[in-house]
Every structure is written in C-alpha cells, then in structure tokens.
C-alpha cells in the first residue's frame, strides 16, 4: 500500500492512538481470582497393601501402622496462564513411621524437594521404577533422612525395597493448582484466575471423575466430586 | 493456546499389568474387606486371611555335574517353580500359616504348615508347631527370593552328600568311591538301591516340631525341637528321638546382625537296625551342626556371610559297637549392590571342605570338596517382575564323573 501525502499523517496518528490504546490496557488490574472449594465424595475407599504372609519368619512381626486412605487428590486438568508465575517449590516431607509411609498420598510442585526420614528402628529402602522419576536411596536407618527432588510432572509411585507392604504416592505438578483433601474429602483451591477449567478428582493412582466448573472473579466455585 | 500449560498428569501403568497377570494365574491375593472408617480415625485393617506367591521359571546349561541338584527330580537350572504362602489369622494371636510349593509342575508340596502363637501381646514371645522353618543359619529359611541377583543356591544348603539315612558304607573304600555321586549314591549296607544323598542343611524341606521365639531390644533367640535333623528333616519321627536346634542374633546396629546357629539330632533311620551292631541303635547316631553368620548392609551394598561346620556319626566300618565321625566344613559370601534403581549386581563365593578318613595306608577326604563362584544381574522392569543372568564356576577336583563346570542360567520372576 502506497500513503499520499495527505494520508500519511493520518495513518501515523492512527498507529500512535492504537499503541496507546494498548498500553493503557495492559496496564489495567487483572480480575480478581477466585477459589474452588468441595468435597471429594469417596464411596468406596481402597484398602491398604496387605504385608506378604512371613511363612519363612521364625515368629510374628511387630504390629504396623495403617496408612491413612481416606484421602484424594483434586487438580486442574489444564492450569490457567497464572501458572507462569514464579514459585517457590520448597521442599516437603513423606515420613516412614510404623512400616507405613506418612502421608501416603503427598503433592507437589515440579522442583519441590521432598525428604524420606526414617522414624522406625529398622532399615527402610525407598524406590521408584515410575518413569517420572526413578530413584533408591539405598538403605538407612532410624534417625536418618535422604531427599529426592522432583523435577518433571507425573505420578512417582513409592515403594520400600524391605517391606513390601509399604507403598505411597507422589503426585507432581507443573502449576500449583492441586489440593490433597482432608480425611473427610473438603478441599480449597484458592488464586484461581477467573474462567472455566476441568476439575479432576484423583484417588488411588487414577483420575477417577472429571468436572467442569466455572470460577467467577472474587469469588468461589463450589463443587462435590463423587467417586463412586 | 498461547499463554496455556498443558498440565495433564501422568499415570503410573505399572500395576495394572502386574495385576493382569495374577489375576489369569488366579493366585491373585485373598482379602476380606476393608471396614469404612470411623470419624477421625484411619481405616482399620481387618484382613483375616493373606496370600502371596512367587513364580519363577529358570533356563540353563544342563548340569551333569549335579553342583545344583538338591533333589534328582529336576534341573534347579531348568525349572519353574510356584511357591504359594497363606496366612489365616482367625484371632488376634493366632495364626495359621502355610507354603505350597510345585517344581516343573509335576509335583505339589506342602512345604510349610505350622500354627504360630503370640500369648502375651505386649513381649515378643512366639510359638510355631508343625512343620516349621529351619531355625539354622542365615539362608534356610527365606532363600533367595526376588530380592538378589543370584540364581543358584549356597552350597551347605542345596549341595548333595554321599551321605545317606537309610545306607551305610562298610569300608572307607565305599565312602571314597562315592565322593562328588551325592545326586545318586549307594552303599552295600541298609538300603543299596541307589539314591540322592543329603546335604548339610537341607533348606528344600522343613522339619516337624515346635519352635520358641524370644525376642527383646536387639537380642533375638529362638529354639525348636523337631522330629529330624538338619540334614534330613521328617514329618514323622524314623528314629525315637527329638532334634534340637537353637539360634542367637544380635542386632549390633541397624545394618549389622550377627548370629549363630548350633543344632543336634539323630540322623540315622530305624530301618537300619538289621545292619547295625547287636547293641547299637540308630538313635544313637547324631548329626552335630554348628554356625556363625553376619549380615551387614548399608546404602546400596549387602553383603551376608556363614560358617558351618557339621559333623556325623557313622557306625564303625569293622561292623562292631563304635563309631566313625565325617565332618564339613562350608563358607560362603555373598554380596550386592544395587547399581541403578532396579539394577543389582551380585557375587558369592564358596568352599566346601570335608575331614580325611585312614584305611589301608591311604588318607583322603572323606568327600570331594567343592569350590563355587557366582555371579549375577538382576533387572526389575517393574516393581512385581525380576529377571535375572547368572553364571556359576564349579570346581571339584576330588571327585564325581564332572570335576569343573561353568553354567548359565537365566530366570524370570513374579511375585504377587
């Protein structure tokens, strides 16, 4: 396109008007973030990994503990553009209390760091073969702690190299938009840029429900997840 | 989508075929149900009854030297072997526990089946009647499972002696000419069809009896008294009397267990009586058995390590009142380290010695001694499913038709 003279000024005031323009929106406040609050409805909870019968034992084994299943997982299946901002990941701590991993279900942001401490009087060897992260941190005993870091999404089962019988979940995520529920299944998921996203309720190693659920700036989307 | 992460999360598939393939075995575990919990409070574990299993199917070179025969019937080298383990707990101290075993899935046997008793809840004091785990050593009861990268066994505890319960030599010359034939030995005394002989420990198959277990802080004994000995378990008594057996392990740190092991029993069969001295009895004829073992482990290594030494009570060759005694001798080592998750490497070295016996101005050893190396990698792909490469060097220069043998052998396992 070829500007006359007469024309040219004009286009160039147009140009200048439309950078305005832009400069003023951006800087305008974002929309206030919302909230996604509930219940994760857990109809038929699982049941604990059973310890493999000591046939070949010269006697019974000391009483374990129970790990706790009462709790799941819910996310956002795809994260709103908030999770480009920078965090912190921090680290966090699954302990192994009783031949039972505490908690058994644990959460985290990808470069979270989480620490295996060993509050039992014997030996614990934790692994994983999960393709998101493969690791064994060999054996050690009571009183002393080894870390891992996590730095790709997914889910890392957990397992002892010991005591077959003890197992957890690490479940990584690449946005911070993720609660573990309590142990009767409420949960808050705050900071959530207003818009409608797909809610998922995970348990046990699966996704188990998915939900559409609109968050309105300000305020709070509510919403009960069954899994039946 | 600009300014959007895709966050989906990844699932683990890795049990789903795992519990696929139990599910086809129908060996998959049996539980009862779990209770729904009570406010506040995590779900009670109420299971009643609890199985296990492993299936392991092992490819090799043959081995006509039998260094790994601890029974004629298969090739332990090219075998596939089911063990089964159920535990029913009809009360909260009482608890039923079995193990079924099948080799080559021709034979099934009840290879455990005892009841255990915890009478006071608070001290760790247990009883087991029936047919119950060897309390000797370090290695008769667990075996190598999926936890090691070996294939073949230790020699005092799989290893077949000239040895036999139900024949007896009538000259050194008769011992001699049956050193490195345990797989299939004989003698002109009792019984002369030819047979497999016995090994030190026999960790294949259990002995019949009741066992004390006391345990406190990091001393941990146990006791039993059985109807056979270490070499030659029973179901019923052969021969009127009771062998005793006694184990002590200290934990001297969360990493280091030392134990030691000393056992006692009459090993003879009554069906011998015919053969025997006027006064003698085969009641009187003892199988004496003594051990130290340490086990060490830390970070990504293990190692675990045994001496043994038995000794056997043989009528005297000149067929008066009297006895003859033949000892061993064995020693191994074992280690691992675990080289990347779900990699093993392993090694174990072994020796298996026997006293000299004199007759007609010659000395020799009584049996040939054997000398064993193994090595293996173990893979897990998967946290149920083991595979594993091991190659094994025989020597045994004194005696039987092979004297030194390398093998191979390969070996996938499951457990479930």
């Known amino acids: 396109m070829v500007l006359s003279a007469r024309t040219a000024p004009l286009a160039a005031a147009a140009l200048v008007a439309a950078a305005l323009a832009g400069v003023a929106g951006r800087v305008q406040d974002p929309p206030a973030a919302g909230a996604i609050r509930g219940r994760l409805d857990i109809r038929r909870l699982a049941s604990a990994p059973p310890a493999r019968?000591?046939?070949?034992?010269?006697?019974?084994?000391?009483?374990?503990?129970?790990?706790?299943?009462?709790?799941?997982?819910?996310?956002?299946?795809?994260?709103?553009?908030?999770?480009?901002?920078?965090?912190?990941?921090?680290?966090?701590?699954?302990?192994?209390?009783?031949?039972?991993?505490?908690?058994?279900?644990?959460?985290?942001?990808?470069?979270?760091?989480?620490?295996?401490?060993?509050s039992d009087a014997t030996f614990h060897n934790v692994f994983s073969l999960s393709r998101a992260k493969r690791f064994d941190l060999g054996?050690?005993?009571?009183?002393?702690?080894?870390?891992?870091?996590?730095?790709?999404?997914?889910?890392?089962?957990?397992?002892?190299?010991?005591?077959?019988?003890?197992?957890?979940?690490?479940?990584?995520?690449?946005?911070?938009?993720?609660?573990?529920?309590?142990?009767?299944?409420?949960f808050r998921i705050d900071n959530v840029p207003p818009g409608t996203y797909t809610l998922v309720g995970w348990y046990e190693g699966e996704a188990r429900i998915r939900r559409s659920v609109a968050v309105p700036a300000g305020g709070a989307a509510d919403v009960e997840l069954i899994v039946p | 989508m600009a300014g959007i992460i895709m966050s989906r999360v990844r699932r683990l598939p890795a049990s789903v075929p795992v519990r696929a393939l139990c599910a086809l075995l129908l060996l998959a575990c049996t539980t009862t149900a779990t209770a729904q919990p009570t406010e506040g409070a995590p779900p009670a574990d109420t299971r009643h009854v609890t199985a296990a299993g492993e299936l392991t199917a092992t490819y090799g070179s043959t081995d006509p030297g039998f260094f790994n025969y601890a029974t004629y019937a298969y090739d332990p080298l090219r075998n596939v072997r089911l063990v089964l383990d159920a535990s029913v707990r009809p009360a909260g101290r009482l608890e039923l526990l079995a193990q079924v075993r099948t080799d080559g899935a021709s034979q099934v046997r009840m290879a455990a089946l005892y009841v255990r008793v915890r009478p006071w809840a608070r001290r760790t004091i247990d009883l087991q009647v029936g047919r119950v785990p060897t309390a000797f050593g370090l290695f008769g009861r667990n075996g190598y499972g999926s936890d090691a990268p070996l294939i073949g066994r230790p020699l005092p505890y799989s290893y077949l002696l000239s040895l036999r319960r139900d024949a007896l030599p009538a000259t050194p010359a008769d011992l001699w000419r049956m050193r490195g034939r345990g797989w299939l030995s004989s003698f002109p005394r009792g019984d002369t069809t030819a047979d497999r002989g016995l090994p030190i420990v026999n960790a294949d198959t259990w002995d019949t009896g009741a066992q004390l277990r006391v345990a406190g802080g990091r001393v941990d004994w146990t006791g039993a008294v059985t109807v056979g000995t270490l070499s030659s378990p029973q179901v019923r008594d052969d021969n009127g009397r009771r062998g005793v057996t006694t184990r002590l392990t200290v934990r001297a740190t969360p990493g280091l267990t030392l134990g030691a092991s000393a056992a006692r029993g009459a090993w003879l069969s009554r069906d011998l009586a015919d053969v025997l001295a006027p006064d003698e009895h085969a009641d009187r004829f003892v199988q004496r058995a003594g051990g130290l073992d340490a086990e060490l482990a830390f970070g990504r290594w293990m190692f675990r390590g045994e001496v043994l030494a038995s000794q056997w009570d043989l009528p005297a060759f000149t067929g008066d009142a009297g006895r003859e005694r033949v000892d061993a001798v064995a020693a191994w080592a074992d280690g691992r380290v675990r080289l990347r998750p779900g990699l093993d490497a392993g090694v174990r070295l072994e020796r298996l010695a026997f006293s000299e016996i004199a007759a007609a101005g010659a000395t020799r050893p009584w049996e040939a001694g054997v000398t064993r190396v193994e090595t293996g990698v173990a893979w897990s792909p998967l946290r149920h499913v083991r595979l594993k490469v091991a190659a094994q060097r025989n020597r045994r220069p004194e005696g039987g038709r092979v004297r030194h043998d390398t093998l191979l052998a390969a070996q996938v396992g499951v457990w479930f």
Not at chain 1, 91 to 110: I, K, S
Not at chain 1, 154 to 160: H, N, S
Not at chain 1, 165 to 172: G, I, K, L, Q
């Open chain 1, 53 to 118: 019968p000591g046939v070949g034992d010269l006697g019974g084994r000391p009483a374990r503990g129970t790990p706790d299943l009462r709790r799941g997982l819910v996310y956002l299946e795809v994260a709103p553009r908030a999770a480009f901002d920078e965090s912190d990941p921090g680290r966090a701590v699954m302990d192994q209390r009783n031949e039972t991993f505490v908690p058994r279900l644990l959460a985290v942001q990808t470069g979270t760091t989480v620490d295996f401490p060993n």
């Open chain 1, 139 to 186: 054996r050690y005993a009571a009183g002393r702690s080894k870390s891992v870091r996590f730095d790709r999404p997914g889910v890392v089962r957990v397992f002892c190299d010991i005591h077959s019988h003890m197992s957890a979940f690490v479940v990584v995520f690449n946005h911070p938009y993720f609660r573990v529920t309590d142990a009767d299944g409420r």
